[in-house]
Nanobody, 126 residues
Framework: EVHLVESGGGLVQAGGSLRLSCAAS????????ITWFHQAPGKEREGVSS????????YYADSVEGRFTISKDNAKNMVFLQMSSLTLEDTGTYYC???????????????????WGKGTLVTVSI
């Protein structure tokens, strides 16, 4: 059974940092890519960063480029999202999701993901 479990969310002041973790199990890690999605209150889920779990290629949405860094630990089947210079607009639930690297869908397309975690809440305050 596939499990994706996010952790690391919490309350942080604007300008601060958080590190999110995604623990994966139940599938062949290197065959997939992991994407972090952000869902702000009342808005649709949007992809913010993705990483190929075999070659480590990374992708970022314009809104987080230069502020967020995605990384992985294949030995531990984990993916991380280091978030810095957080703004109020970064508030929301962050989900990690997995898709086969051969998927025809763009890495930031929610309906292209095969597996989802339950999310972790990030609240950025003034």
């Amino acid at each position: 059974e596939v499990h994706l479990v996010e952790s690391g969310g919490g309350l942080v002041q604007a300008g601060g940092s958080l590190r999110l973790s995604c623990a994966a199990s139940g599938f062949t890690f290197d065959d997939y890519r992991i994407t972090w999605f952000h869902q702000a209150p009342g808005k649709e889920r949007e992809g913010v960063s993705s990483i190929n779990l075999d070659d480590g290629n990374t992708y970022y949405a314009d809104s987080v480029e230069g502020r967020f860094t995605i990384s992985k630990d294949n030995a531990k089947n984990m993916v991380f999202l280091q978030m810095s210079s957080l703004t109020l607009e970064d508030t929301g639930t962050y989900y990690c999701a997995a898709a086969d690297q051969d998927s025809d869908y763009d890495a930031f397309t929610p309906h292209g993901m095969e597996f989802w975690g339950k999310g972790t809440l990030v609240t950025v305050s003034i």
